[in-house]
């Protein structure tokens, strides 16, 4: 599983995070224990708690990329055993064989030993 949108850190720990229409923020969990931390059921997997603001470390958003054959690409999804390649320029999409999936937008299935995965954090406000 990769890391893809907006998280924060509370207690020492990164959560997906949305902000809700007062100010706070709704950290999610799919850890079962951390309902001992005060999150509430959302579903049998999902555990959600509402925090305020200045609870919270940290807000950022994680933009997942990749290394292929010496170049950059985004990544759009990924499993245990295979990443989704994305990019929206032609000729990087050609010299790889990426494929037309919209008017701007190539994309690969690749096996994920053939990727270096990383991420970029960037602080959101």
Known sequence: MIRKGLY???????????????????????????????????NDTTFTKEVPRDA???????????????????VSDASNHRVLLTTSEKEKADK?????????????HVLREEVKLMEKKTPYS
């Not at 919270?56 to 985004?74: L, M, S």
């Not at 790889?96 to 690969?108: G, S």
């Open 96 to 108: 790889y064989h990426f494929q037309r999936t919209d008017k701007y937008l190539y994309e690969k």
């Open 8 to 42: 924060a850190a509370y207690n020492e720990r990164d959560y997906e995070c949305y902000e809700t229409e007062n100010g706070c923020v709704k950290l999610i969990s799919y850890d079962e224990g951390d309902v001992a931390n005060g999150f509430i059921p959302y």
């Open 56 to 74: 919270v470390e940290e807000v950022f958003f994680v933009a997942p990329y990749a290394t292929y054959q010496n170049e950059t690409f985004g």
